[in-house]
């Protein structure tokens, strides 16, 4: 885990210590020992607090109560016979009685490990491959275990809530749509100074798309699904539906290498097209009406200015890739955004989206609604010449300049067998894109299916995502006829029973929720939204301090390994670390205390700098890691027993 603070407790002194970016450590304890004392208790506890650059990023918080508490991971460790202490920490969960955790169930330290990974993983995107100053409020507090189904960023306090329903290690909305893209959030508010203009102006609502009066809220939007995809070809995450990367895979929303435009799905997706347009400009596959890749520097330099919304940022990349006007104009054509100027009837049709004022999901005279120029369906607009580029607009909003699940878009399922599904999109004409899968969860009995774009002719299949139960009946449904059944949108679109049946074999991967909360598919929150809650920053040991004694250096070294990463350090640096640590206790006799600071520097400059592999929350990634898992393992129990044995 990178950056992880440490904390070492030995007779009654306390060390602090910091991983590096890959995960290993040292830390110099300088305590006095007898001869006498072979076998030392040592108090160790992992941090989820997050340090660089003398900068405290962001911590991790749990909620206790009504308190929220500051994430400690705790292991007894054992200095025997003045040696050298190595420890490997696997933060998956596992029990033990010499561990404890700051939740009361270590299982919960699987969970909370991702979402401390996933979280560094986005500052480190952010201040190395952006160089974007994200400095503001420090540290952002990562707030989890509410159960007001609040997964948002909140800019006054500087915090990301993560709900126990969507905190799982297990939770298909993880990276992209939880740490990624509230971080992202972050990253934005920080650059800008606050959000968009045009997301402030009256009549906007968070995630309404094609509704609201400008693009502004949209662009917010899908900027941070953008920034997710992104950092995931940055880290390699996956949708793990075959434990290969995908990186157009956005959560379980699908690829946004789909042209979305701005009134698909009666509007609500306008948010995917944006992202789906920047991730076009970025990606270097150039399917339908996308003939540009750019590089994250041109991008970024557009972004990272504060502008109305999305139409001036169409005009800043204009302006900014003059050689370029024309493929970029193409590709806003692509993905809908230019101003239909056909009439519409002036009639609500079933396609057109509306403010449901009432909540009851159908259109009632008076509620506004958006009017299009097409007679039968969205698939009828089209560019034509004259209509002004980058403005998604329609006739009677000529002035408009503008992830959320769309409403009732669930599959009822029958089955309670299998806790998630692979959903697989085969494109029925040449020129639409590769076909795709991924995965998405089962929650409480429903399954999400996303909708592609109206033009779009694609089929979509669900089956169990599974080895150990395989479907006598899979589910079918053209695009075309999921769109119809959301026209007039229900609790769900149809209903299905997969008769699943048990194969006999063995091999699917635990589904692990946080807090025994099953997730469920409630709105997230509005970006945004300030929400006041108790916090407690006193860490796992307070009563200790900083040693001034430099008697005996000992050194523990180690790897920290979260979000499925297991570190392995380098042999030959190790060794070349403990002769410096020896040459400094030898040292110390001749020269005193600096000598010791400085084989302390000069031993943590051969520290283990990486590993082999960074096994991924994958199946391949996790066959992979078995066997250093393994021995790394029986390094620890065979010490452990020497251990038991001395005693």
């Not at 042209?259 to 991730?279: C, I, K, T």
């Not at 999305?310 to 493929?327: G, H, L, R």
């Amino acid at each position: 885990m990178l950056y992880v603070e440490l904390q070492a407790k030995v007779k009654g002194e306390t060390f602090i210590g910091r991983t590096d970016e890959h995960g290993d450590f040292q830390m110099p304890l300088s305590i006095e020992l007898d001869e006498k004392e072979t076998d030392v208790k040592m108090d160790f506890w992992v941090i989820f607090s997050y340090e660089r650059d003398d900068k405290n990023y962001f911590k991790v918080y749990d909620l206790a109560g009504s308190n929220y508490k500051g994430v400690w991971y705790y292991q007894e460790l054992a200095i025997i016979n003045h040696e050298n202490v190595e420890v490997h920490v696997r933060l998956d969960g596992s029990p033990g009685r010499d561990r404890e955790s700051s939740t009361g169930n270590l299982a919960d330290m699987k969970s909370l490990g991702v979402i401390y990974a996933h979280t560094a993983e986005a500052v480190d995107f952010c201040i190395i491959d952006l160089g974007a100053n994200i400095s503001y409020k420090l540290p952002v507090e990562v707030l989890v275990g509410n159960n007001n189904d609040d997964t948002l960023y909140s800019p006054g306090s500087s915090r990301i809530l993560i709900s126990s329903n969507d905190a799982g290690y297990s939770n298909s909305n993880r990276p992209k749509n939880r740490e990624y893209h509230e971080f992202a959030h972050h990253l934005m508010y920080a650059t800008y100074g606050g959000w968009t203009p045009g997301s402030n102006v009256a009549g906007t609502a968070n995630h309404d798309g094609f509704l609201n009066p400008n693009t502004g809220d949209s662009y917010e939007e899908g900027f941070a699904e953008f920034m997710a995809l992104v950092m995931s070809d940055k880290w390699g995450d996956s949708n793990p539906s075959d434990g290969q990367t995908k990186s157009d895979i956005y959560a379980s929303f699908g690829s946004l290498e789909n042209n979305y435009r701005p009134w698909d799905s009666r509007g609500y997706l306008e948010e995917f097209a944006v992202a789906s347009l920047l991730w076009d400009m970025y990606d270097s596959n150039n399917d339908n009406g996308d003939s540009i890749t750019m590089s994250l520097d041109n991008i970024w330099s557009v972004l990272k200015v504060q502008r109305n919304d999305f139409y001036d940022y169409y005009v800043a990349f204009k302006e900014a890739n003059p050689s370029k006007a024309d493929e970029i104009d193409k590709l806003f054509i692509a993905h809908g955004f230019f101003i239909d100027t056909t009439e519409g009837n002036g009639l609500r049709d079933h396609f057109e989206g509306f403010r449901d004022a009432n909540n009851n999901r159908r259109y009632d005279a008076g509620e506004f609604f958006f009017d299009l120029g097409c007679l039968n369906s969205t698939s009828e607009i089209e560019y034509k010449k004259g209509m002004v580029v980058g403005k998604a607009a329609n006739y009677d909003r000529m002035n408009r300049s503008s992830a959320v699940r769309v409403d009732g878009a669930y599959l009822k399922v029958r089955d309670e067998e299998v806790n998630q599904y692979l959903v697989k999109v085969h494109y029925l004409e040449l020129g639409y894109g590769n076909d795709y899968e991924y995965v998405v969860d089962l929650r409480d009995g429903l399954l999400y299916v996303q909708p592609l774009p109206s033009d779009v002719p694609a089929q979509i299949t669900i089956e169990p995502y599974s080895v150990e139960y395989t479907a006598e009946e899979t589910y079918t449904i053209s695009n075309q006829e999921l769109i119809s059944k959301l026209e007039e949108p229900d609790e769900y679109f149809d209903e299905h029973k997969f008769s699943l049946e048990n194969t006999g074999a063995t091999g699917d991967m635990e589904y692990v929720i946080y807090k025994d909360t099953e997730p469920t598919y409630a709105y997230e929150g509005d970006l945004g939204t300030e929400i006041d809650v108790k916090i407690s920053d006193e860490g796992p040991d307070d009563d200790g301090g900083l040693s001034l004694f430099w008697l005996l250096p000992v050194i523990i070294i180690g790897a920290v390994a979260g979000a499925g990463v297991l570190l392995l350090k380098k042999a030959g640096n190790r060794e070349k670390a403990q002769e410096l640590i020896k040459k400094g206790s030898h040292e110390f006799s001749e020269k005193g205390v600096p000598a010791i600071k400085e084989a302390g520097r000069k031993a943590a400059e051969y520290t283990a700098k990486g590993a082999e592999f960074a096994a991924h929350q994958t199946k391949k990634g996790y066959e992979k890691a078995k066997p250093h898992m393994k021995k790394a393992q029986e390094g620890i129990t065979k010490k452990i027993d020497e251990s038991k044995e001395k005693k």
